[in-house]
């Protein structure tokens, strides 16, 4: 198969991201990650893509040139996909019209609930019943755009930010490749 080249953004620990180069491994996978971007040039993420030899591109979302600079190294290296792991800046409508690709984002939450910051605290504040996390295209609102996929599961009353947390990202490591494989399919 051919695949398609990716770019994954993240700012911090990069668990999604070494999961996405785990099973882009894979030969069936959709995706071969082509570049690494990160806002935060000491992300422990980027570990992951140096380990793995992974070009990656540290920005600096203060300087005014940085969209345009990006989308010519994206065009440079034909990336047809942008996957958000972790980046915890919104892309400005200019740019994602500009690249004119998919975008598409992981959240930790059962969108379109808690969106932005501080998810678990919100959800244990809210006392709801299940949470999950959600795959979604982006646009240039916060956590907004088109569904992709959703998985939950029940909240036990011993759950803490911490225990939601893991729990949300054991699912994020299933979620979200398999979205990728389903937008190659579908869309
Ligand atoms: C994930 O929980 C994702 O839902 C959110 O940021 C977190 C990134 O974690 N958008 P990691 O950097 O992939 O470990």
Same mark, same amino acid.
């Given at each position: ?29 959709? /995706?071969?990650?082509? +570049? ?34 990006? +989308?010519? $190294? ?64 982006? $646009? ?6 088109? /569904? ?10 011993? $759950? ?10 054991? +699912? ?7 979205? /990728?494989?389903? /937008?190659?399919?579908?869309?």
């Amino acid at each position: 198969m051919v695949k398609k080249n990716a770019c994954i953004f993240i700012s911090g620990k990069g668990s999604n991201l070494k999961n996405l180069i785990n099973r882009s491994r894979d030969y069936s996978f959709p /995706i071969s990650i082509k +570049l690494v971007v990160s806002n935060k040039k000491k992300a422990l993420g980027v570990l992951h893509a140096k380990k793995n030899f992974i070009p990656y591109l540290i920005i600096n979302t203060k300087s005014q040139n940085f969209e345009n600079y990006l +989308l010519q $190294d994206l065009k440079k290296r034909n990336i047809s996909i942008i996957c958000l792991a972790g980046y915890m800046k919104i892309l400005s409508k200019k740019f994602l019209r500009n690249f004119g690709k998919k975008v598409i984002n992981i959240h930790p939450s059962l969108l379109p609930k808690f969106k932005g910051l501080n998810t678990f605290s919100k959800i244990l504040k809210h006392k709801e019943k299940k949470t999950g996390c959600t795959v979604h295209f982006v $646009d240039e609102k916060l956590d907004n755009g088109k /569904i992709i996929s959703q998985r939950f599961f029940f909240i036990d009353p011993s $759950d803490n930010e911490e225990t939601l947390r893991q729990k949300t990202q054991k +699912l994020e490591y299933s979620v979200f490749p398999e979205s /990728i494989i389903k /937008i190659f399919q579908n869309y």
